[in-house]
C-alpha cells in the first residue's frame, strides 16, 4: 500500500484543534507541575529516568510502533531481543537496579527475563547461605544461570500448601528426589519457564524418613547450559496465548524422579544436616516465604503508577474529545462540549485520579515497613523455631509484631490496590467511548497485562482470610489487656472498646483527622463483630469469608486514608521525596487536600452501609458527602486535572497511546496509526469465493523478511 495522498495528509481535524484545547486546560491551572513531580518521586528519580529514557529511544529494538500489529512469535521474538539489550546497556551504562526498574517500566511490556530479575534473584539472595550465593547466586546474576520461580501448578495456586510436587530427602547419597506425581502437579503459568530459563527455584513438599514438612525452596537445573534443550527425565515448554502478557513465555514443568544435591535445597532459614538427616526448623514460618512478600509489597508500590497511565489517558482525551452540547451553556459557549465537562465523566474518572495519590502514597508506607521487615529477618536468620510452627505460608504466628503486620498488611493492601488498579483501569477505557476499545488507546493491552495481578501472588480474595486472621488475633489480645501502643492495629481496635457505648460522632464533612477516625472505627467495628460471630457464636470459618473480605477491605481502606493524611501532614518530606508536604506551595497543597477528601468521601460514599451501621457516620453525613462534599469537590479539581496527571510525568514513548498524547493532537496520531504503521494495509486481498487465492499480494510479509 502506498502512503496516505498529500490531499490526505494536508487534513486536519476539525477545530478546536485537540493541542489548542490541551493547552487551555493547561492555562486554567496554576498548580506547579514540576513540584508536585519532585514531590511524587523526587528530582533525581525523574532526571535518571529522562536519561535512561534518552538512551533507550536511541535503540532501533525499542521501536513501539509494531507493537499493537505483532503476533504472538512475533512479540515474544522482540521482547527476548529487547531483553537482552536492556542486559548489555545494563552492563555498559553500569545502571543500578532502580535503573533498570525504570527502564523496564519504560519500556512497558513483560520481558523474558522477567522472573529472573525478580523472584529467581531475590529468592537466592533472601533465602540462600554464601555458599549457595556463591554456586547459584553469582552465576545468576551474570546470567550464566537464567531462572525462574516455579511455586504455582496446575492444581493448585493460592493453597501452597496443597503443592503436590516432591521432594524427598536420599540419606543414602546426601541428595533430594524432585517428582511429579500427578498431571495436576505439573508446575504452570511459571513466568520465564516456558522457552527462557535453564534453572528454577522449584517449590517442592519436602519428605524426610516418609515424613512431609511443607514447601520448600529448591533450586533445579532444567536446561542445558550449552543446547538449552531439556534434561533428561525434566518436560518444559510454554503454555500458550493468554489474555494477555503474551511477551511473557509463562511455562509448565514435570520431573520425573529428578535427583539434585543437598546444597540446591535453599538453607538459610531451614536445613537438613546431612550428617544426622536431621531437620532445622525456621524460627518463623514467614521467613521461608519471604519472596512472596517481596511481590506483593512491589505489587502495591506499583499500583498507583499503574493505574495512573489510564487516568492520565483517560483524561487528556476527555479534555479533547468533544461530543454534544450543554443545554445550559450560554450562547458564546455554544458548540460541543468538552467531555470532561460531564458530571458523569468526573465522578468516575476525578475519584480515580485521588486514588493514585493515594495509592502511590501507601504503596511507599508499605516498602518502608517490608525493609523494615528485612533487618528484623536478618536478625533471626539460622534461629531455630519450636514445633508449633506450621507447613503453609499463611501461618501468622509470627515470630514477631512486626512479621505478623507485614504479612497481613502485603495481603490486605495487595488484594485492595491490584483490584482498584484493575477495575480502575476499565473504567478509564470505558470513559474513552469507541475510542478506547482500540488498542490505540494504550489502555485496553496495558489492561490486558495487568489483570493477572488480581490472581498471581494470592488471589484477591483468597488473600484477605490473612487479613482477617490477624485482625482477629489482635482483637482477643486486646480484649486480653494488651498494651494498646504496641502497633496501630492493637491502637484502633482499643481506642474503639473505649469509646464504643459513647459513640463515634466524627465530623467527616469538616475534619481530614475525623475522616481518618471514621474509617479506623469501621475497621475496628466490623473486627469485633467477626469476632464475636466467630468465637462466641461459633459460625464455621467457611460462612464467613464474606464477612472477612469485607473487613480486609475496610482495614485496607483505612490503610490507604491513613498514609494518605499522614503524607500530607507530615513536616519532612515523606519517604522518596525531595519535597515536603509544606514545599509543595498553598494552592498546590490545597489541591492535595482536597484530592485526599475526594478519595475518602467518595470510598465513604460507595461503602456506606458499613459506616452506618457501625455508627461512625450518620444517614445526614452520608447524604451530605454525596449531595454535597464529592460534587463540590468535582467542581474544584476540575480545573487541575491535566495538570495533575502531567505529575506523574508519564512520556509519550511510554504511554504508547494515541489518546493520551501530551500534545493533544489525538486524531492525527490515531490516523497515522492506522493508515502508515498497520501491516495489514501493506496486504491486497482476493475478497471473491470461488477464488482461492487468498492474498493477491503481501507487502508486509516481505518487508518482514527484510528486516
Not at 468465637?535 to 464455621?540: I, V
Not at 511510554?654 to 493532537?665: E, H, I, N, T
Amino acid at each position: 500500500m502506498a502512503s496516505p495522498p498529500s490531499w490526505v495528509k494536508a487534513l486536519k481535524p476539525a477545530g478546536p484543534q485537540g493541542s489548542e484545547l490541551i493547552q487551555q486546560e493547561r492555562n486554567r491551572s496554576n498548580l506547579n507541575v514540576d513540584q508536585l513531580s519532585h514531590f511524587l518521586f523526587t528530582r533525581d528519580a525523574l532526571e535518571r529516568k529522562h536519561r535512561i529514557l534518552a538512551v533507550l529511544q536511541q535503540e532501533k529494538v525499542f521501536d513501539k510502533s509494531q507493537n499493537y500489529f505483532a503476533g504472538r512469535i512475533d512479540r515474544f521474538e522482540t521482547a527476548l531481543a529487547r531483553a537482552k539489550k536492556l542486559r548489555q546497556l545494563v552492563v555498559k551504562h553500569g545502571w543500578t537496579q532502580d535503573d533498570k526498574m525504570i527502564a523496564n517500566e519504560l519500556i512497558s511490556e513483560p520481558g523474558p527475563y522477567g522472573l529472573h530479575e525478580s523472584m529467581f534473584l531475590i529468592t537466592l539472595r533472601d533465602q540462600g547461605t554464601p555458599e549457595q550465593h556463591e554456586r547459584f547466586l553469582r552465576n545468576a546474576e551474570q546470567y550464566r544461570y537464567i531462572g525462574c520461580y516455579a511455586q504455582t501448578e496446575l492444581g493448585h495456586g493460592s493453597n501452597v500448601r496443597g503443592l503436590e510436587t516432591t521432594a524427598t530427602w536420599n540419606p543414602d547419597d546426601k541428595t533430594f528426589t524432585i517428582h511429579s506425581p500427578t498431571l495436576t502437579s505439573s508446575k504452570w503459568w511459571i513466568g520465564s519457564l516456558g522457552r527462557t530459563a535453564n534453572h528454577a527455584v522449584v517449590m517442592a513438599q519436602l519428605i524426610i524418613a516418609g515424613k512431609p514438612y511443607g514447601p520448600h525452596p529448591f533450586v533445579v537445573q532444567i536446561r542445558d547450559l550449552n543446547t538449552h534443550q531439556p534434561l533428561e527425565n525434566i518436560h518444559v515448554g510454554d503454555i500458550g496465548p493468554k489474555f494477555g502478557y503474551n511477551t511473557m513465555d509463562n511455562g509448565y514443568l514435570l520431573f520425573n524422579k529428578v535427583k539434585v544435591p543437598h546444597i540446591n535445597m535453599l538453607a538459610r532459614f531451614s536445613s537438613i544436616d546431612p550428617k544426622t538427616n536431621k531437620y532445622q526448623r525456621p524460627a518463623s514460618p514467614s521467613l521461608v516465604y519471604g519472596t512472596l512478600t517481596w511481590v506483593r509489597s512491589t505489587i502495591v508500590m506499583q499500583a498507583g503508577g499503574v493505574l495512573a497511565r489510564g487516568v492520565t489517558i483517560a483524561t487528556r482525551y476527555c479534555a479533547v474529545r468533544r461530543q454534544f452540547q450543554d443545554r445550559d451553556a450560554p450562547e458564546w459557549e455554544k458548540g460541543e462540549n468538552q467531555v470532561l465537562n460531564y458530571t458523569t465523566v468526573q465522578v468516575r474518572l476525578l475519584p480515580l485520579l485521588a486514588t493514585t495519590f493515594a495509592l502511590h502514597f501507601t504503596g511507599k508506607a508499605m516498602m518502608a515497613l517490608y525493609n523494615a521487615n528485612q533487618a528484623k529477618m536478618s536478625q533471626d536468620a539460622g534461629k531455630v523455631g519450636g514445633p508449633q510452627r506450621g507447613a503453609g505460608p499463611e501461618e501468622t504466628n509470627a515470630g514477631s509484631d512486626l512479621l505478623a503486620d507485614l504479612h497481613a498488611t502485603s495481603c490486605g493492601l495487595k488484594s485492595l490496590a491490584s483490584f482498584t488498579a484493575v477495575e480502575g483501569l476499565e473504567v478509564c477505557r470505558r470513559a474513552c467511548g469507541g475510542h478506547g476499545y482500540s488498542s490505540f488507546s494504550g489502555i485496553g493491552p496495558w489492561y490486558a497485562d495487568y489483570l493477572p495481578t488480581a490472581t498471581w501472588e494470592g488471589d484477591n480474595y483468597m488473600l484477605t482470610q490473612q487479613v482477617a486472621r490477624y485482625l482477629l488475633k489482635t482483637a482477643r489480645s486486646v480484649l486480653k489487656g494488651i498494651d494498646p501502643s504496641t502497633n496501630d492495629t492493637t491502637y484502633i481496635l482499643s481506642n474503639f472498646l473505649k469509646r464504643q457505648d459513647t459513640g463515634a460522632a466524627f465530623d467527616v464533612l469538616n475534619k481530614d483527622e475525623d475522616i481518618v477516625a471514621a474509617f479506623a472505627w469501621r475497621s475496628a467495628f466490623l473486627t469485633f463483630e467477626a469476632l464475636k460471630h466467630r468465637d462466641e457464636q461459633k459460625k464455621p470459618w467457611n460462612s464467613l469469608l464474606v464477612d472477612f473480605y469485607r473487613l480486609s477491605r475496610a482495614h485496607s481502606q483505612y490503610m490507604v486514608v491513613k498514609n494518605f493524611y499522614e503524607t500530607l501532614s507530615t513536616t519532612p518530606p515523606p519517604t522518596g521525596s525531595s519535597t515536603s508536604a509544606g514545599e509543595l506551595g498553598a494552592e498546590s497543597m490545597d489541591i492535595m487536600h482536597k484530592l485526599f477528601r475526594l478519595y475518602a468521601l467518595h470510598t465513604l460514599e460507595q461503602e456506606a452501609s458499613e459506616f452506618y451501621t457501625s455508627s461512625a457516620v450518620t444517614v445526614r453525613q452520608i447524604q451530605l458527602a454525596r449531595t454535597s462534599a464529592v460534587m463540590k469537590l468535582l467542581e474544584e479539581i476540575r480545573p487541575h486535572a491535566v495538570r495533575l496527571v502531567d505529575a506523574w510525568d508519564f512520556p509519550d514513548w511510554q504511554l504508547d497511546s494515541s489518546l493520551g498524547r501530551y500534545d493533544g493532537k489525538v486524531y492525527e496520531d490515531m490516523f497515522y496509526r492506522a493508515s502508515e504503521q498497520n501491516p495489514l494495509n501493506r496486504v491486497t486481498v482476493d475478497p471473491y469465493p470461488e477464488s482461492a487465492t487468498l492474498f493477491k499480494s503481501n507487502e508486509a510479509a516481505a518487508l518482514k523478511s527484510k528486516l
